[in-house]
C-alpha cells in the first residue's frame, strides 16, 4: 500500500527523489495554507536545489509530502491542510499529471 511520507529533513527528500524519481511530490508552506499546495514530479529540478541553507526545502519556510500514487497525496491533503481540499496548482515546469 502507497502512503503519503511527510520528510523530515533535506536528505531524507532528496534521497527519496532518487529512488523514486516518478514519483509525486506536493510542496507547500510550512503553515499549511491551503492557498498554495503545489504538485511536483520528484525528479522536478525546481524542489531539488536548495540556494539556502540546509534544512530550506523541508524545514524552513516550505514542506513537502510525496508518494508514488498522485491519489494518496489527494487524499492527504484534506486530513491534514485545513480548508484544502487538492492541489492549488500543478507545476508548469515538469507537468506532473501529464
Ligand atoms: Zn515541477
Not at 3 to 15: G, P, V
Not at 16 to 43: C, E, G, K, M
Not at 58 to 75: E, H, L, Q, W
Request: one cysteine or more; aromatic letters at 8%; glycine letters at 6%.
Amino acid at each position: 500500500m502507497n502512503t503519503a511520507q511527510l520528510f523530515a529533513d533535506d536528505d531524507e527528500f532528496l534521497e527519496w527523489t532518487r529512488v523514486h524519481p516518478d514519483a509525486y511530490v506536493i510542496n507547500f508552506r510550512a503553515n499549511r495554507s491551503a492557498d498554495y499546495i503545489v504538485l511536483h514530479r520528484a525528479s522536478c529540478r525546481t524542489i531539488a536545489v536548495s540556494t539556502q541553507a540546509s534544512g530550506s526545502l523541508t524545514s524552513g519556510a516550505y514542506r513537502k509530502v510525496g508518494s508514488p500514487d498522485p491519489k494518496v497525496i489527494d487524499s492527504w491533503i484534506p486530513k491534514n491542510i485545513a480548508g484544502g481540499q487538492c492541489v492549488s496548482d500543478e507545476c508548469i515546469i515538469c507537468k506532473p499529471r501529464k
